[in-house]
T-cell receptor, first 115, second 106 residues
Framework: DGGITQSPKYLFRKEGQNVTLSCEQN?????MYWYRQDPGQGLRLIYY???????QKGDIAEGYSVSREKKESFPLTVTSAQKNPTAFYLC??????????????FGEGSRLTVL | GENVGLHLPTLSVQEGDNSIINCAYS??????FIWYKQESGKGPQFIID?????DKRQGQRVTVLLNKTVKHLSLQIAATQPGDSAVYFC?????FGTGTKLQVIP
């Protein structure tokens, strides 16, 4: 079945460690997105990529890094520079590169806890 | 990014009643709006969308209304069911509001 897969679902890390969250889609979508969700809050855009080998900062990119070497993959690295990394991270993809149209398909999320 | 916000953080509705979730937006240049439903611990799922050249669009048990004059968007759910309990987000482009939690009372 086509879809978008995030892993791991739960992740714990110590302060000062980098951690990489995986996002894979087999929908043949051009665009992929990473969001952060804190309790009782909405989704905030971290990074997005509209095409392979290209990506753009979202509203809260500081302390995060991404790569888009393959169309189906868009991993997110939470670096030690991110001061408050504990959150629920959501990856999404969309057919087409235009930002102003088309629904987003979301993964099931990765919950990161910093100990 | 666009400022997309919701009026009510939590909405409690009796099962069988209609629900109305409201959303205000600030970017009048946007021509596409979308509603998502997020169940606990899961990723959001698409419900319905609407373009700015329309003021109403209906789906199965859901209706989205767009009032461009006052920059207001609403989602109406008919005959609310327990399975409708979730957080609902409105969005413009790839930006979302805070969300409204809908609680259905059996």
């Amino acid at each position: 079945d086509g879809g978008i897969t995030q892993s791991p679902k739960y992740l714990f890390r110590k302060e000062g460690q980098n951690v990489t969250l995986s996002c894979e889609q087999n929908l043949n979508h051009d665009a992929m997105y990473w969001y952060r969700q804190d309790p009782g809050q909405g989704l905030r855009l971290i990074y997005y990529s509209q095409i392979v080998n290209d990506f753009q900062k979202g509203d809260i990119a500081e302390g995060y890094s991404v790569s888009r070497e393959k169309k189906e993959s868009f991993p997110l690295t939470v670096t030690s520079a991110q001061k408050n990394p504990t959150a629920f991270y959501l990856c999404a993809s969309k057919s087409g590169r235009a930002l102003n149209t088309g629904e987003l398909f979301f993964g099931e999320g990765s919950r990161l806890t910093v100990l | 990014g666009e400022n997309v916000g919701l009026h009510l953080p939590t909405l409690s509705v009796q099962e069988g009643d209609n629900s109305i979730i409201n959303c205000a937006y600030s970017n009048s240049a946007s021509d596409y709006f979308i509603w998502y439903k997020q169940e606990s611990g899961k990723g959001p799922q698409f419900i319905i969308d609407i373009r700015s050249n329309m003021d109403k669009r209906q789906g199965q048990r859901v209706t989205v209304l767009l009032n461009k004059t006052v920059k207001h968007l609403s989602l109406q759910i008919a005959a609310t069911q327990p399975g409708d309990s979730a957080v609902y987000f409105c969005g413009q482009k790839v930006t979302f509001g805070t969300g409204t939690k809908l609680q259905v009372i059996p």
